[in-house]
């Protein structure tokens, strides 16, 4: 209990090493669906995946991979323990969560051409 009156506690739960091993998390990752027609071959999924996914970098495999299994074991909605509770990633798009009024968007546009004249 803080003295804010929130009284929330922090805990800290140690992981084993496995949850974080590159090919389990590649696996998880992999098992994500994307926006669109659904993949008809593992081959068709990975180059879809690879539109959101970096996986020549795999620290960001075994984090996202980690992380999905993590969401999975530790929020489950109801009685299906098998399907994973994160199905699908999807971009995000500034527009999306960004609101500015002109005359800030007009500061900012350094790199436009007709700022510069």
Known sequence: SGEGGGG?????????VMEF????CLRRVK???VPGKPSTCEQEQL???SAFVDFSCN??????GALLKYLDKNYRTGLDMETPMVLFISSLVLE???TMDQSAF?????FSASAQL
């Open 8 to 16: 929330q506690c922090i805990s800290l739960m140690m992981r084993h």
């Open 21 to 24: 091993g590159l090919s389990s």
């Open 31 to 33: 098992r994500m669906e």
């Open 47 to 49: 180059v879809k995946l």
């Open 59 to 64: 620290s960001l495999v075994r984090a996202a």
């Open 96 to 98: 999306q969560i960004l």
């Open 106 to 110: 007009t500061a900012l546009q350094v």
